[in-house]
C-alpha cells in the first residue's frame, strides 16, 4: 500500500484541473486510512514497536487508542525536542531517554520567539539536573573508537567523564585490527592525522554558508588515497562538513573522480553513524556556527564517528576555535604537498555496475535559475512520469526531487540532467 500510495502521489494531476485533482485526492485519502487502519491493526498486536518520534506525532491519536505501553523508550533523546517528548511520554507507563546531552541538540531555525528555542530547541536530556542519581545513569565505555581517537574525544569534550574503550574489547584482536589505520597511507600510520590548508572559506549565499575549494582538493585527494588502498574490501570512508554548500561542492568532485566506497555527509545526517575512516572538513572553523556551544556539539559528533582514522583538515582560522587548537597542541599536523595532492587527484577508478548510465544522454550541465525552479516545481512530477520506461532516471525519488527544486536545494548532476530531459523532450 505504501508503494501505491507513493506512485499515486507521482501521478498527482495539477490543483487547476478541479475534476482530476477531486478524484486523485479521494483515491489518495482513502489509501492513507488504508495505511493508517493496518498500522494500528500491527500496533495493538505487537509486544515492541519502533518508529520516528515524526511518525509518532503525526499518529498520536492512534497509538493513544491502542493503549498505554509498559516502557517508551526515545533514543538519541538529544534530538528530539521538550514538546515532542512530554506528548509522547504520556504514551507509556513508564519512559527511558537514551542520549548524549554533548551531542547535537533539535534544530530550530526561528529565533524570533523565546518559547520556539525552549520547547523545540532543547531536549528533554536537559531536564537531567531535576532527577537523581537513582533515576539517571551514564556510560563510560565506547565500543566504537580506536583508544587513541577515543582519549581525544574524552579531552574535547568529556574532561569529567572516564570515557574509555569498553574491558570487552580492549584486548579484542579482532576489534582492534578493524580499527587501524592503513600503514602505507601518504598521512602514515596515526589515528588522527591533521591537515593545515593555507586558506579561508568563502561565502555560499546560496546555501546560506560557506564553502573552501582548496579544502574540497585535499579532502578528495585523501579519500582517492585511502580508496585505492581499500579497493575490493567492505571499509568505508565517510567525509563529513557542516555546511550543505561544502557538501555539494566534495559530491559533485568526488563524482567526477568516480571515488569508491567514499559517502559525503552534513555532521547533522550522521549521529548514530560510524566508518573505519573519517575525514573532517571543518571549512570555517572560527564561524559562529563551528565555533559556539553548538559549534561544540558538532564537532563532537564529527570526530566520534571514526572507528580508526580521523583526518581533520585545518583552514587558517582554526586557531579561533578552542576544540581544533587544543587538538593542535596534542597532534602535529602536516601540509600535503601539491604533487600529493594532484596525485590524489589524477588516481582513475573503474566505474562500478551500479553507476547510473547517464555517459548515453546527450543533455548539457543546467543551472537551475530560481525562474525556473519557481515555474516547474509544481508539475515537475508529471513531466518526469512522462519519460520513457527505460530511461535510466526512472530510479530518481521524483517526490523527492520535486521537493528539492521548489526549495532550490543541491541537485546532482544525474538530477539535472533527468530535469533537463524531461523539460525538453
Known amino acids: 500500500m505504501i508503494l501505491e500510495l507513493q506512485r499515486l502521489k507521482a501521478a498527482a494531476p495539477k490543483s487547476s484541473d ?6 486523485w485526492k479521494g483515491l489518495r485519502d482513502s489509501l492513507r486510512a488504508a495505511i493508517q487502519n493496518e498500522s494500528s491493526k500491527q500496533l495493538a498486536n505487537a509486544r515492541i514497536a519502533g518508529m520516528t518520534t515524526t511518525y509518532a506525532v503525526l499518529h498520536y491519536q492512534a497509538l493513544q487508542e491502542v493503549g498505554k505501553a509498559s516502557l517508551v523508550v526515545m533514543d538519541e533523546a538529544s534530538q528530539i525536542g521538550n514538546a515532542y517528548a512530554m506528548m509522547l511520554a504520556r504514551l507509556g507507563k513508564r519512559c527511558l531517554f537514551a542520549g548524549d546531552p554533548r551531542q547535537l541538540s533539535p534544530i530550530v531555525q526561528s529565533d524570533k520567539c523565546e518559547y520556539v528555542g525552549s520547547w ?14 537513582k533515576q539517571t545513569v551514564t556510560l563510560e565505555e565506547q565500543f566504537r573508537m580506536a583508544a587513541p581517537i577515543s582519549l581525544a574525544v574524552k579531552k574535547g569534550f568529556y574532561p569529567d567523564i572516564d570515557l574509555r574503550v569498553a574491558d570487552t574489547k580492549r584486548h579484542d584482536v579482532k576489534w582492534t585490527a578493524a580499527r587501524q589505520p592503513l600503514a602505507k597511507h601518504i598521512l602514515g600510520d596515526g589515528h588522527i592525522c591533521l591537515i593545515y590548508v593555507d586558506s579561508e572559506a568563502q561565502n555560499a549565499p546560496e546555501y546560506q554558508g560557506y564553502v573552501c575549494p582548496e579544502s574540497v582538493d585535499v579532502a578528495i585527494a585523501v579519500a582517492a588515497h585511502l580508496a585505492k588502498e581499500l579497493q575490493n574490501t567492505e571499509e568505508r570512508i565517510l567525509i563529513l562538513t557542516p555546511y550543505r554548500a561544502q557538501r555539494s561542492a566534495l559530491e559533485s568532485r568526488m563524482r567526477q573522480k568516480g571515488i569508491p566506497q567514499t559517502e559525503v555527509r552534513t555532521v547533522h545526517s550522521v549521529q548514530g553513524s560510524e566508518a573505519r575512516f573519517v575525514i573532517l572538513d571543518p571549512v570555517r572553523p572560527s564561524a559562529e556556527f563551528v565555533n559556539d556551544e553548538g559549534g561544540r556539539r558538532l564537532l563532537n559528533v564529527a570526530m566520534s564517528r571514526a572507528q580508526g582514522q580521523l583526518i581533520i583538515i585545518l583552514q587558517r582560522d582554526f586557531t579561533t576555535n578552542d576544540v581544533l ?3 593542535r597542541a596534542q597532534f602535529s599536523d602536516r601540509r600535503l ?13 573503474e566505474k562500478t555496475p551500479s553507476t547510473p548510465p547517464v555517459t548515453a544522454i546527450v543533455a548539457p550541465p543546467i543551472a537551475l535559475p530560481r525562474t525556473l525552479a519557481d515555474e516547474f516545481s509544481a508539475d515537475l512530477n508529471e513531466k518526469l512520469s512522462l519519460l520513457p520506461r527505460d530511461s535510466p532516471f526512472r530510479n530518481v525519488d521524483f517526490m523527492s526531487l520535486s521537493m528539492r527544486v521548489k526549495y532550490r536545494l543541491a541537485l546532482s548532476q544525474t538530477e539535472k540532467e533527468a530535469i533537463y530531459k524531461a523539460l525538453t523532450q
Request: no cysteine.
Open 325 to 327: 587548537r587544543q587538538l
Open 337 to 349: 604537498s601539491p604533487e600529493a595532492i594532484n596525485a590524489g587527484l589524477g588516481l582513475k577508478f
Open 18 to 23: 478541479v475534476e482530476a485533482y477531486h478524484k
Open 120 to 133: 523545540l530547541g532543547k531536549s528533554p536530556l536537559g531536564w537531567l539536573g531535576l532527577r537523581t542519581d
